[in-house]
């Protein structure tokens, strides 16, 4: 009977461990799982984040390219409105130059005109060319 008794016993201690090592890997199962949810949560959260980030990106990139185009148009009428300007003023130097011309012209005539009768027409020639 004490044979059977010890075995018993130690029946009983070994289906008390196994409850035992039961137990604590249940509660380690739970541990795990509401690990792995939080963690699944947070990768909904960051796959959330990245997206928010992807688009505000490529906003970002539109916009650039937005500003780029403006740019680049702003520098070619920039660019035209420089070559206007040096025709103005080269056609201002050559008109300058022209009208200088004219009146040298001119006061060298003055000056032949006393000597000359004819050069009152040649006067008048030149104030119709100014």
């Known amino acids: 009977m004490a044979k059977e008794r010890e075995a018993s016993e130690r029946e009983q201690s070994r289906i008390g461990e196994i409850d035992d ?7 380690e199962l739970r541990t795990v799982k509401q690990q ?31 500003e780029k185009e403006a740019s680049s148009a702003l520098r070619g009428e920039l660019e035209i409105t420089r070559r206007e300007v040096n025709d ?22 003055k000056l032949k005109g006393r000597e000359s009768a004819g050069s009152e027409l040649i006067r008048e020639e030149l104030h119709r060319k100014l």
């Open 21 to 27: 090592g039961k137990s604590a890997l249940e509660k």
């Open 36 to 66: 792995l949810s939080t963690l699944q949560e947070q990768h909904i959260d960051l796959e959330e984040g990245f997206k928010d980030l992807e688009h505000a990106a490529r906003q970002a990139m539109n916009e650039a390219n937005v």
């Open 88 to 109: 103005k003023i080269q056609e201002a130097l050559n008109e300058k130059r022209r009208r200088l011309t004219v009146e040298a012209e001119l006061e060298q005539e």
